[in-house]
């Protein structure tokens, strides 16, 4: 099995769907400002808020939709979670980390990957070429994501964290 291939068991291994949902299901009821004081509240962009949750020797990340992401509007979210369901399935593409989307109602929308490290600088150059790839490979699904790729590691498994300006090419 190669590192990949294992990543990928090791987190529906520790995917705990019910857990998981009620985690977000809590974060839901607290305003974003009162998120940033949670105990597991690893960082934050423009449009999601990024969560810890310890999952049986993986740590994942919950990242959950901000307002400013859920008022992109009805179609616009169906359209980005369409997106990242293709993205998401697309296989032997490197970059694109086992994924699973949580949507509880309109407003919560969570994604839930495994939680990364900085990549080691070492791996920079190698890292930049697989971001072309993948560009490459989601470019062949009709896919762009339309952001610079933020890329952390696991145990040496590089993968892109930031999903939220995934579209389709129109
Ligand atoms: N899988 C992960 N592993 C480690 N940290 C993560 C992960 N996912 C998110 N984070 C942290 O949460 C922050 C916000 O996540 P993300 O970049 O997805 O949000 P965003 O709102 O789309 O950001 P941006 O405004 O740059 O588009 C990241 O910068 C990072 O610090
Ligand atoms: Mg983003």
Redesign the pocket.
Known sequence: MNRETHLRSRFYNVFDSAALTSFVARLSEMSEEARRGHTKF?????????FEFAAGGLAL?V?LA?MS?VRRGDLAIARWKDALSLARNLEHVDLI?PMELLALNANTIAIV????EIVSKTRGRHVESLICDTAKALSRAGLVLD?YP?V?EVEGVPFI?????LCFVI
């Open positions: 690893i960082g934050e962009g423009a449009h999601f808020q990024s990340a990242n901000k992401f980390p990957m495994p939680k990364g952001d933020q952390r964290i930031d999903w939220s300006d």
